[in-house]
């Protein structure tokens, strides 16, 4: 299970005005996907949620900071969405092609992941474990991106590839990494 390193990059021409990068990695094993985000710099210009005392399933996590994870099966039109937040609250989604069927992924009924928050960063790891619904020897092709809340309400968004005119997770040439 070697991970492959990434870099998430705002949208072209929508930066945030204060310092921020976001990394992380990402590795398969099987059916198992362990995903990792880091984010550093100005911790004070970025809306955190507080952790919250009972994380949920919870939906519309994308409106405030959340961190993102976009999968298909290779070479098949349907894929899955999970969202994260720094809170704890969770979903996954999935979709029979781009942006049709929308349904909670009923196969996935928690998700276990970690949030450590530090003054100069804050890092979320997840093992998402996809038995069930692909193969242990069938590609993968994936999308990592985040949405990021700054203190003045604005929203910006950052992926490793933002092939449209606007920001659009969803799009499959966005999902760059084959596992």
């Known amino acids: 299970m070697n991970p492959r390193n990434v870099t998430l990059k705002p949208f072209p021409g929508e930066a945030p005005r204060f310092p921020l990068t976001i990394t992380g990695a990402i590795a398969r094993h099987g059916t198992l996907l362990t995903v990792r985000y880091e984010l550093r710099g100005d911790r004070q210009s970025v809306v955190l ?6 994380p949920a399933r919870r939906d519309e996590l994308w409106r405030e ?6 999968l298909a099966p290779e070479n ?3 894929y899955w969405e999970v969202n994260l937040s720094p809170a704890g609250h969770w979903n996954v989604y999935g979709f029979r092609a781009y942006r049709q069927g929308l349904h909670e992924e009923p196969a ?3 998700l276990p992941f970690t ?3 530090e003054p100069a960063a804050l890092s979320l790891a997840l093992e998402l474990d996809m038995t069930g619904l692909i193969f242990p020897d ?3 092709e994936l999308a990592i ?4 809340q700054a203190v003045d309400g604005s929203l910006t968004y950052w992926a490793l590839a933002h092939p449209g005119s606007r920001p659009d997770f969803h799009r ?4 760059v990494i084959t596992l």
């Open 65 to 70: 900071t959340c961190l993102e994870l976009f």
């Open 76 to 78: 098949v039109p349907h």
């Open 108 to 110: 996935l009924t928690a």
């Open 115 to 117: 949030v450590t928050r």
């Open 49 to 54: 949620p507080p952790p919250a005392d009972r």
């Open 138 to 140: 069938q590609a993968l």
């Open 172 to 175: 499959r040439d966005a999902f």
């Open 145 to 148: 991106a985040a949405v990021i």
